[in-house]
């Protein structure tokens, strides 16, 4: 099983749009979780970290469900700018080296 | 500006040569880091270091090198050794309080 995994996309979806993405991580131990954005050809930046008892940011939540080992992003009123690579970060512990990355999961927002 | 600045942003290589990837940040950070993403994959680790004058290999260090001297400074030299250099060099540094990672702009190196 790979250690975080994504569903690549693309997600084809008009503006206005709910969507939701999910991660799945394969350590148990993991400690501390994030959603990074990543536009074409530019570097990932931090969306926002994820908390155990779930946390939103405008219309951006994020949840953590421990016990099944995944990690959610929804978005709201998906906007055309909101078009990009969205990447789950998982940190099993330690330091910040031990950071592993999904391979992203691609969103297109479409007028 | 506090950030983390990459240089060059474009860099185009003959076979053979060794070429060193810049990084310069000026957030205070301890911990710095080198990425590597080639297209459609995730991030790979490179190397990393905790402190100045200590690094450790990443899961991919073969081919490359580090140094760190300055604390605001974590070079890359990708050597005639890597077999496959093209690609999208990441440096990045760590933020203990939150526990994650910045990025500066990256680098992208072409082998020709």
């Known amino acids: 099983r790979k250690e975080v995994e994504q569903d690549p996309g693309p997600f084809n979806v008009p503006e206005g749009a709910t969507v939701a993405f999910n991660c799945t991580y394969s350590?148990?131990?993991?400690?501390?979780f994030f959603w990074y954005r990543q536009d074409c050809r530019k570097e990932p930046k931090l969306l926002m970290s994820v908390y155990s008892s779930g946390n939103e940011d405008g219309r951006f939540t994020a949840q953590l469900n421990r016990a099944s080992q995944y990690i959610s992003l929804l978005i709201r009123d998906s906007k055309l700018s909101d078009s990009a690579t969205y990447l789950c970060?998982?940190?099993?512990?330690?330091?910040?080296?031990?950071?592993?990355f999904g391979k992203g999961t691609k969103l297109s927002v479409k007028p | 500006d506090g950030g983390i600045t990459q240089s060059p942003k474009y860099l185009f290589r003959k076979e053979g040569q060794n070429v060193t990837l810049s990084c310069e940040q000026n957030?205070?950070?301890?911990?710095m880091y080198w990425y590597r993403q080639d297209p459609g994959q995730g991030l790979r680790l490179i190397y990393y270091?905790?402190?100045?004058?200590?690094?450790q290999k990443g899961d991919i260090a073969e081919g490359y090198s580090v140094s760190r001297e300055k604390k605001e400074s974590f070079p890359l030299t990708v050597t005639s050794a890597q077999k496959n250099p093209t690609a999208f060099y990441l440096c990045a540094s760590g933020d203990t309080h939150r526990n994650t990672i910045y990025f500066g702009e990256g680098s992208w190196l072409t082998v020709v």
């Open positions: 270091s905790q402190i100045v004058n200590d690094f």
């Open positions: 957030l205070n950070h301890d911990a």
């Open positions: 970060v998982v940190n099993p512990g330690g330091s910040q080296g031990n950071l592993i």
């Open positions: 350590n148990s131990a993991s400690q501390s």
